[in-house]
């Protein structure tokens, strides 16, 4: 069993992050952190944090915002994006 791990965005990425992760997770932040500096300062409230996790054997990125990078099986790196609706495709 491997335990995941949490960071805020634009923040190095702890050492338990694969670095095959690491220029996706750069390139998701840097999107992250330009919507959270527009936002006017009483909307702020905290940056997004990254929640690391394991499925079978392979990492999951989360950011709070929906955002996944992945790792497949291939070895390829993919960012996903979460429907903001989850549960409403579900019921269709």
Do not use: K
């Amino acid at each position: 069993m491997q335990l995941g791990t949490r960071w805020t965005a634009g923040e190095r990425p702890p050492a338990s992050v694969p670095a095959e992760l690491h220029a996706a997770i750069a390139e998701v932040d840097a999107a992250a952190l330009a919507e959270f500096a527009a936002l006017p300062e009483p909307e702020r409230g905290y940056a997004p944090r990254w929640t690391l996790t394991w499925l079978e054997r392979r990492p999951i990125a989360e950011l709070d915002t929906g955002v996944f990078v992945r790792m497949l099986a291939s070895g390829e790196v993919i960012v996903e994006i979460e429907p903001e609706d989850e549960w409403a495709a579900d019921d269709a």
